[in-house]
């Protein structure tokens, strides 16, 4: 018998790579992994299978692969289905996955817990509990998604409590972007 050393398979092209990809991807974005640690996971998964996983490829030292993970999972709540609608076309359109919607606090909290999205976009004006609320209560669960709270109001009416939350920034409805919600949860 030959002693040869096995040769490590080419990376696959994203079509033929298995549909799991995907799966495991999204699976590694919602495990609450670090950056850091989510890269390491990669490429260890690249090393054993001789595949790189779509959405995460290997970076070299000191490159940035936030622009090639897999999409931003986002849960939108907004008590106005059609601001919810609005956001999502806009969200998905500039890639970000809203996994879902909600139209209250109640709503919210469970949608939160079930789906763990990384990211809530969230209305400050909800019926019964208020958006600060919701975020403090986010803040409290396993895996705490980022809060980016929204509002029709300008930010001079909510400076103080703002400083005072567990939210990354608020975004007025009128100037909600990808980039701008991009540029918060960075």
Not at 51 to 58: A, L, N
Request: negative net charge; aromatic residues 4%; glycine residues 6%.
């Amino acid at each position: 018998m030959p002693d040869t050393i096995p040769q490590q398979q080419p990376a696959k092209e994203a079509s033929e790579r298995p549909r799991h990809w995907a799966v495991v991807a999204g699976m590694i974005s919602r495990a609450g992994l670090s950056a850091q640690d989510r890269e390491v996971l990669a490429s260890a998964l690249a090393d054993a299978t001789g595949s790189e996983v779509e959405g995460w490829p290997r970076c070299g030292a000191g490159a940035t692969c936030d622009h090639l993970r897999v999409p931003c999972t986002v849960l939108i709540v907004d008590d106005h289905d059609g601001f919810r609608s609005f956001a999502k076309a806009l969200l998905e359109a500039e890639g970000f996955e809203v996994v879902g919607e909600a139209g209250d606090a109640a709503s919210a909290l469970d949608a939160a817990a079930r789906l763990r999205p990384e990211v809530v976009v969230l209305d400050i004006q909800l019926p019964s509990i208020d958006g600060f609320e919701v975020a403090l209560r986010l803040a409290a669960i396993p895996w705490p998604p980022q809060v980016v709270l929204v509002s029709t109001r300008d930010i001079s009416s909510y400076r103080r409590r703002l400083a005072a939350s567990p939210v990354r920034g608020f975004i007025p409805k009128s100037e909600l972007s990808g980039s701008a919600l991009s540029a918060l949860v960075s």
